[in-house]
Nanobody
Framework: QVQVVESGGGLVQTGDSLRLSCAVSGRTFSTCAMGWFRQVPGREREFVAGISRSGGSTYYADSVKGRFTISRDNANNTVYLQMNNLKPDDTAVYYC????????????????????WGQGTQVTVFS
């Protein structure tokens, strides 16, 4: 059984930083591309950042480029999202997702391209 578990969310002020973590079990982590998405009530889940199975490719939404960094530790089956200079617009539930990919450099960017999802972690940024 595949488990995807996020952690690290919280309540922070504008300009603060947070690091989200996502641990995966039940799959061979090194064969999975990983993605972070976020969702606010009444809106669709949106792509935030993704990383290929090798870690050699990353992709970011324009809204977070230059502020967020995705990385992975294949030895510990964990992917991270370092979020700096947080803004109130970053407030959302953040979800981690995984999918097996053959390509070492492919980064899926749509929700329907991911097979496994976590339960989400709340990030709230107040001004």
């Amino acid at each position: 059984q595949v488990q995807v578990v996020e952690s690290g969310g919280g309540l922070v002020q504008t300009g603060d930083s947070l690091r989200l973590s996502c641990a995966v079990s039940g799959r061979t982590f090194s064969t999975c591309a990983m993605g972070w998405f976020r969702q606010v009530p009444g809106r669709e889940r949106e792509f935030v950042a993704g990383i290929s199975r090798s870690g050699g490719s990353t992709y970011y939404a324009d809204s977070v480029k230059g502020r967020f960094t995705i990385s992975r530790d294949n030895a510990n089956n964990t992917v991270y999202l370092q979020m700096n200079n947080l803004k109130p617009d970053d407030t959302a539930v953040y979800y981690c997702a995984a999918v097996d990919t053959r390509s070492y450099l492919y980064v899926p960017r749509s929700t329907n391209q991911y097979a496994y999802w976590g339960q989400g972690t709340q990030v709230t940024v107040f001004s």
